[in-house]
């Protein structure tokens, strides 16, 4: 990142991560700060844009908690046209985000017929444990979270969550 970049890394916590403090992902993404607000409870709300997928290296905590960590950068996905088999993942998730409006307003422009872009959603919100999570993201391309997506579908393990 350039020098006039700022922002920060955020990576899942769990139980099961990776890296080094052990409840910290190996995998995480480099964001910037859109927009923050007070919320009602006195804590800051901050809305943040990602820029890039990192792999952790290297984490140190600081007294107060703050983690700062030596990463590698990590290529993003290219664009890749949904087949039309697949169609129906951009559909479905579609339907999540009428559902759910708070989640589809993250995002001012929408890429259903983008394979990249669909997987990379879905990703964000389903329940996968960080290993596997970890797996799909840092893939060289989104096929193999195509597939994983598709055969979930098709297993029904993703069927009931996304019904309107």
């Known amino acids: 990142m350039s020098q006039r970049e700022s922002g920060f ?15 910290v992902s190996a ?4 964001v910037s700060i ?11 709300g901050i809305t943040v844009s990602g820029i890039k997928k990192f792999r952790v290296k290297h984490v140190e905590a600081d007294d107060d908690g703050l983690r700062q960590a030596t990463v590698d950068w990590l290529e993003g996905w290219d ?11 951009g559909e479905r998730l579609q339907d999540v985000y009428k559902k ?16 990249a872009w669909v997987s990379q959603r879905w990703l964000e919100v389903l329940p996968l444990d960080c ?5 799909l993201v840092t893939q060289p391309d989104c096929s193999v979270a195509v597939d994983f ?3 979930a579908f098709k297993a ?4 009931e969550e996304t019904r309107h």
Do not use: W
């Open 27 to 30: 995998v995480g993404t480099f």
């Open 34 to 44: 859109v927009d923050f607000e007070t919320l009602d409870d006195g804590m800051l």
């Open 100 to 115: 759910f409006p708070q989640i589809g307003e993250l995002y001012l422009h929408r890429f259903f017929d983008d394979a």
């Open 156 to 159: 029904g393990d993703i069927e």
């Open 79 to 89: 664009t890749a046209e949904l087949s039309d088999e697949n169609q129906f993942l």
């Open 9 to 23: 890394g955020v990576c899942l916590i769990s139980s099961d991560a990776g890296a080094v403090p052990k409840n």
């Open 131 to 135: 290993n596997h999570f970890e797996h």
């Open 149 to 151: 997506l598709t055969q």
